[in-house]
């Protein structure tokens, strides 16, 4: 399920970002069979088709709604607010129902980078069915992310990024790029509150300290020097999102630019025969892998279509 949702997401956010475009005149002649709307629609529809999973490789039902599930579902609405299949959000919504009921076990906390992700699906749902349920749901675990929680052995350490102004779920892994700046972004487009996406600006750039390279690409985390393609990939989504919602004015938005332009100017010297990326970025004997690829995709289709 992870593998299979990670490339779900991603090429859900190419999708997104493919269909938006060919309204337009650059990009029309796509082959018979892959026209984005068809592919995003299969691939939604594809992910309504299963229970709730467990990660890849583990066989006994899930304890909670993973990270890579969330991901998916945040990626298929995402797609639902681009094309307007009211269909399809009634699928989506649907299944949300059955975790304030019949699967609330599920249900996720927002104790852990990877699960206060999941924020994003009830703030998305929010912007699109206005039922305010699911404001509170979802600004819920993106504000309890910047508070300090209860009953923690941690306090010290969660303490100490909390007043550097970081949330306390900082670990300082490439993922949290995406997790993080997702579920922000998302409360500031749902409240209009700017504190929300300045969180995440500024948590953005501590990362680029912590773990960007010279070259632009970044590090799995400060102990594990390479340049892992997915990983990779969420950070340039990370960035991409968090340029398309900053305001214009934002103090740290220039640096953001500039450390997403290097990235992309890097990957494009990267690029193998298939024109796609391989799972080690800087390492071409490694195979290709497709989650990181889209990612990639859509952060420069995204650069590009907006100058």
């Known amino acids: 399920m992870k593998r299979k949702t990670g490339w779900l997401i991603a090429i859900l956010l190419c999708t997104n970002t493919l269909f938006g475009y060919a309204q ?8 018979k069979g892959a026209i984005p709307k068809e592919v995003g629609y299969l691939l939604a529809t594809r992910y309504l088709s299963e ?3 467990n990660f890849d490789g583990i066989q006994t039902p899930p304890g909670e709604v993973t990270y890579p599930e969330v991901c998916a579902w945040y990626g298929a609405l995402k797609f639902v607010h681009v094309t307007k299949d ?10 949300f129902f059955s975790l304030l009921g019949s699967r609330k076990e599920l249900m996720q906390k927002p104790d852990h980078v990877d699960h206060t992700v999941f924020g994003s699906v009830p703030l998305q749902l929010y912007m699109l069915t206005g039922n305010e349920l699911y404001y509170y749901l979802g600004i ?8 300090m929680p209860k009953n923690t052995s941690h306090a010290e350490e969660y303490r100490k990024y909390l007043d550097q102004g970081l949330s306390w779920q900082t670990r300082f892994w490439i993922d949290d790029m995406f997790m993080i700046t997702t579920i922000q972004s998302q409360a500031y487009l749902a409240s209009g509150d700017p504190e929300y996406i300045e969180r ?10 912590s773990i960007q390279q010279p070259n632009g690409l970044f590090y799995h985390a400060s102990g594990a020097p390479f340049y892992w393609c997915r990983g990779n990939g969420w950070m340039a989504a990370g960035m991409t999102d968090l340029l398309t919602y900053l305001p214009a004015g934002n103090p740290h938005r220039e640096a953001i630019l500039a450390q997403y332009r290097k990235m992309m100017e890097t990957l494009r010297s990267y690029q193998n025969e298939e024109g796609l990326w391989s799972q080690l970025v800087d390492e071409p004997q490694s195979w290709t892998e ?3 690829s889209a990612m990639f995709t859509y952060a420069m289709i995204t650069g590009v279509k907006k100058g």
């Open 200 to 209: 995440a600006a500024y948590e953005m750039n501590i990362y680029f300290d």
């Open 290 to 292: 497709t989650s990181g």
């Open 140 to 147: 819920d675990f993106a504000d309890r992310q910047w508070q």
């Open 51 to 53: 229970p709730f999973r």
């Open 24 to 31: 337009k005149s650059e990009l029309k002649k796509f082959p």
């Open 86 to 95: 009211k269909k399809l959000l009634r699928q989506l919504e649907e299944r």
